[in-house]
């Protein structure tokens, strides 16, 4: 019905055009949260707004306690300080 040589020609056929169809959008959540987390009022442009540096500390801390009493000691880790620099 279909020789070896046809088959592989609409084989490469299709998958180059599965690869035309793949597109890369943004994620407007991943948007916001950039904003949200930069600050409007913000004078660095990659700084981190006050609220947000203390609330991602808070965050650490409970994190490190829960495994501390769970006893799950090979996950703690040290908190690393960035004075609000960006580095996601």
Known sequence: MFNQ???TAW???RTGYAKELVKNHK???KEK???FRKGIKSVHFNKEIKEIRKSDYR???TQMKRLLRS???ELLRGYK???G???W
Do not use: A, C, M, V
Request: no cysteine; charged share 45%.
């Open 59 to 61: 965050n650490y801390r």
């Open 81 to 83: 300080r960035t004075s």
């Open 33 to 35: 949260l950039k904003d």
């Open 11 to 13: 084989e490469n056929e």
């Open 71 to 73: 006893g799950k000691y």
């Open 85 to 87: 620099w960006l580095t």
């Open 5 to 7: 040589e046809e088959i």
């Open 27 to 29: 994620d407007p959540r």
